[in-house]
């Protein structure tokens, strides 16, 4: 999901910080009722790996601030575990506490690295379309951990379990259990079916 191409992403600088605001837990990290379209959303552009602490410091200042995070599958010490990772890795969504809140200080909060911007004009997004990314996102994250892959059709991987240890192939099929790899054996391509915990990712 790409709703932030041709945008620009706004140099840094040092204005005030503002109000405070509690920050609340929830998968998505939402700090707002709803996605209010009397005041606009905007699109912030965060430092690598540090969505969450701009979130938390953009809401001390009175913003109400949504990072979306989906339900994924990392393996850890052998087997696959279930974390929340951001749908948009380094980008979050910001609206001012008011129509006097300025969006000047977003900019030199911690974690921030600029607001993006069409042109000379902040990135706005239409609540709408916030409300579809958190219905997605609700959707995802209550789906069962046995029913989420971490693999998709075309990814090389490794069998790292099993008579065929070691050997590497290309996932041509994802089910809820099973993975059809298209392996080289004996000279010949051939399909073979393999639990998903024999497989790691090759790359």
Sequence with gaps: MNLLHGAAHEPRQNPPSGLMQAVMPGAGVLLADDFSPALPWYVVHTKVRQEQTACENLARQGFAVYLPRLKVLKRCRGRQQARLEPLFPRY??????SAAHSIASVRSTLGVAGIVRFGQEPAAIQPETLKNIRDFETRQNETPDEDI?????GERIRVADGPLTGLEGLISKVSQQRVIVLMHLLGTDTRVILSRHQLLLAN
Excluded at 92 to 97: E, K, V
Excluded at 149 to 153: A, I, M
């Design 149 to 153: 892959s971490p693999f998709q059709p």
């Design 92 to 97: 979050i969504f910001l609206q001012p506490g």
